[in-house]
């Protein structure tokens, strides 16, 4: 088999894992959640996307590895655990941590789609070795990553929502 086949199979598998892990044991304690709560769980997962600078460390990944790719990856992911990280130090100035939880996931998911885009332009399934040991964070961490903000997504909306319905529509402030 292939690199390019094993690496895009080990991607689909990833999020195959994660969705029925998801479902089965993480979106029910979020629903649950009173939302504040569960975007809190949803950034402290994120807040530790400072790792992703491991991208441009020089002896972690090979020298073929697209340029391109692992600078884009590394300051993607490190902006958007910084304001995951904001968000939970403002946890008690509401506004504050609402802004921070829209942005992280916001940031969040623009870099991954785009890291799938250059991942794609530069070939990436074809020297995916050389992504040494890297290798784990597209396979296993970011489809969780890319669930949880779908995730949190769909609770920031449903949140909006229920207030415009509490309200009548009224927006108050």
Request: hydrophobic fraction near 55%.
């Amino acid at each position: 088999m292939s690199p390019q086949i094993i690496f895009l199979l080990h991607l689909g598998l990833g999020y195959v894992a994660w969705l029925l892990c998801f479902g089965a044991y993480i979106w029910p304690e979020l629903k649950r959640m009173e939302t504040f709560q569960a975007q809190r769980a949803i950034a402290t997962l994120h807040s530790f996307r400072f790792f992703g600078l491991v991208f441009i460390l020089p002896g972690v990944i090979g020298r073929s590895l697209p340029a391109g790719f692992g600078t884009f990856a590394a300051y993607g992911d490190f902006a958007t655990g910084v304001l995951a990280l904001l968000a939970l130090m403002t946890v008690r100035v509401r506004p504050l941590f609402w802004t921070f939880v829209v942005a992280f996931n916001v940031m969040g998911a623009v870099d991954i789609l785009v890291d799938y885009h250059h991942g794609i332009s530069f070939g990436l399934p074809q020297v995916a070795g050389e992504l040494g040991a890297t290798y784990a964070i597209p396979i296993i961490y970011v489809p969780l990553l890319m669930i949880t903000h779908g995730a949190a997504f769909y609770l920031l909306l449903r949140q909006a929502k229920e207030s415009r319905e509490f309200t009548g529509g009224v927006v108050t402030r």
